[in-house]
C-alpha cells in the first residue's frame, strides 16, 4: 500500500502468490488516511463505493473475489470532500 503524505489518496495492490481452494477473501486494514474524510474506490478503472477514512483505516478492506493463476488486483482511493 502507498499513500500520500496528505491523506487525499492510496493505492493498494494485491498479488496471489499461493493460491488455494476454496478461496478466502483477503482483507486488509489501510493506514495513513484521515479519519473523517471520504475516500471514493477505484478498481480497474471503475469508481465504486465510497467510504470514511475511519472505515478503511479500523475496519479495512476486503479486495474481490481473485481467479486464475497469480491474480492481482489494484485499487486506488481518492479522497472526494
Not at 492510496?10 to 493506514?31: K, Q
Not at 475496519?59 to 481467479?67: D, I, M, N
Request: aromatic share 12%.
Amino acid at each position: 500500500m502507498f499513500a500520500a503524505k496528505d491523506g487525499s489518496e492510496a493505492l493498494v495492490n494485491l498479488v496471489v502468490t499461493h493460491v488455494r481452494p476454496n478461496y478466502v477473501p483477503m482483507h486488509v486494514r489501510l493506514r495513513g488516511l484521515i479519519p473523517e474524510a471520504k475516500y471514493r474506490e477505484e478498481v480497474e478503472g471503475t469508481e465504486g463505493r465510497v467510504y470514511t477514512g475511519a472505515a478503511l483505516m479500523y475496519g479495512g478492506y476486503t479486495f474481490p473475489a481473485l481467479w486464475a493463476d497469480y491474480p492481482s488486483c489494484q485499487v486506488h482511493f481518492t479522497r472526494i470532500d
